[in-house]
C-alpha cells in the first residue's frame, strides 16, 4: 500500500486538544463553520460540540458523512451550503511545506474539503510536527479522487507524469468516496513544481480532483512543544 509507513505517526491525545482548544477560540458567535474530516479535525468538532452544549450559536457544514454523524451526536446543527460564505473552515493536512500549501486526502474526503474550504472567508488547518515537510510528496503519497468508469485512462495517463498510482482498498473492495468515487493513491517523489503537476492531473478525463491544495490554508496552527504557534504564509518574493 503506498505511504503506509508514513499514514500513522504517534500523535498526542494532548496536542489534538491543543489544536481543537485554539480553533474554537476563532469562531465567532452565531457562525457558519466548515467542519473538517480527519484527527485534528474530529479533536476540533467535539470541542465545538462542548461550547455549543454551553450555549455558543453556530451550524456547521460538514466535509464528510463521517463528520456529519459526530456533528450530530455532539450537538452541532448542520446546515447546506448556500450563498452565504462560511465564516471559516477548520481542517486537517496531511503534509504543510513552507508556503502553506497541503496535501490532503489520505481520509478520503478531499472533494467535499475543497468545496467546503473554498465557500469559506478563510481556511484553518490544524497539524502536529509530523505533518511539516520541506517539499509537498515528501511522504510519498498523492490522492486523486476518480470516476470509476475512468480507471484505465486516468491510471495511463498518470503513470506517464511520473506518478504510480494505485487502487485505494484492491480489487476486491476498491474504497468508495462518500461521492461515490474512487481514489487512485500516487506514489510520488517530492515535487519540484506542485502547480504544473496539479495542473496536468486536472486535465486528464475523470479526474474529479486531486490532494494538491495549494494556497487555499489562510493559517496553519501547529501543535508543539506543549504550546499552539501558528504559521502563516510566506510572503512572495
Known sequence: MVGTTAD???VSPEDLERLATFAVT???DSAAVGLGSGRAATAFVRALGARVRGGLRVRGVPTSEATAALAREVGIPLIDLD???LELTVDGADEVD??????KGYGGALVRERIVAAASRRQVILVTPDKLVPRLGSRGRLPVE?????RRLCERRLEALGCRPELRGGEARPFLSDNGNWILDCAVAPLDDPAGLEREIRRIPGVVDTGLFLGTAETVALAEGGAVRTLRPRPAR
Open 26 to 28: 476563532l469562531v465567532p
Open 83 to 85: 450563498r452565504t460564505p
Open 8 to 10: 500513522k505517526p504517534t
Open 98 to 103: 513552507p508556503d502553506l500549501n497541503l496535501i
Open 146 to 150: 476518480i470516476v470509476a468508469f475512468a
